[in-house]
């Protein structure tokens, strides 16, 4: 198949539609430097730009970032407060910038633990990116696979108990549309940075059937490139089209 055969088809067949990423390494990029944890926190901000860039100009449909699990309360008081403060200052700093580009954003996870400044701050950003219709980004933050899970047994409980629900309708649509994804297609392809082989409890129901790619690049340092190669595994494993990465971003150039 040719390189032009293989791009021009490769928007319907190659991209998946909904790419989650664990974020993994920003604490070991900034100790290889010298540097305090949240150095590297701050440094992979940019990594987040990059990745969000990438995905809505390849026309992605969804992108879930795993920024801070429920189990990251355990790390240590300062740092815990350096993330919620960081998490505050990107959400102020991006939101314009997002809403321009047209791209939805939605924090999943239990917010009763944040501050009520993140709490208004979150709000504010999801209600300003509310209508629109490209790449649905969702920051999962404070978030936990088994949380997601119980909080939609819970709903399912409440909505049987208020006679919205019956028993014989309980199947596995009622499950997916009570979860914090719920109108988004089932993750296609789960990128894990840093190293590790695990899915961390996140998002357990809809990584049933995900691809899963794991890249020992720490997420400060993955960029485009690192991207594109990820996109280019799931093609060949999932579409048989075997493109490469550099195929990949071929298709951005031509397409931008």
Aim: contains cysteine.
């Amino acid at each position: 198949m040719s390189l032009e055969a293989s791009l021009g088809d490769l928007p319907n067949k190659g991209i998946p539609r909904h790419v989650a990423i664990i974020m993994d390494g920003n604490g070991r990029w900034a100790q290889q430097r010298g540097k305090m944890r949240v150095f590297g926190h701050k440094a992979g901000v940019q990594a987040v730009r990059n990745a969000v860039s990438f995905a809505s100009r390849l026309g992605i449909e969804a992108l879930t970032l795993f920024a801070f699990s429920s189990e990251n309360w355990r790390r240590p008081e300062s740092e815990v407060s350096a993330l919620m403060e960081l998490f505050i200052h990107v959400l102020g700093g991006e939101v314009k910038k997002l809403h321009k580009s047209n791209i939805r954003l939605r924090v999943i996870g239990e917010q009763s633990r944040f501050s009520e400044r993140l709490q208004q701050k979150v709000a504010a950003a999801e209600a300003l990116t509310a209508n629109n219709t490209g790449l649905v980004l969702n920051v999962a933050a404070n978030y936990g696979g088994r949380w997601d899970l119980l909080q939609a047994f819970q709903r399912v409980q409440s909505d049987m108990d208020a006679g919205l629900l019956e028993s014989s309708q309980l199947n596995e649509d009622a499950i997916t549309s009570r979860l914090t994804t719920a109108g988004l297609p089932d993750v296609d392809l789960l990128i894990r940075t840093g190293g590790d082989h695990r899915i961390s409890n996140f998002l357990l129901w809809q990584l049933a059937y995900a691809e899963l790619y794991f890249t020992p690049v720490l997420w400060p340092d993955f960029d485009e490139v690192a991207f594109s190669e990820a996109i280019a595994s799931f093609a060949s494993r999932e579409r048989r089209f075997g493109c490469t990465g550099e195929q990949i971003r071929a298709l951005l150039a031509h397409s931008g």
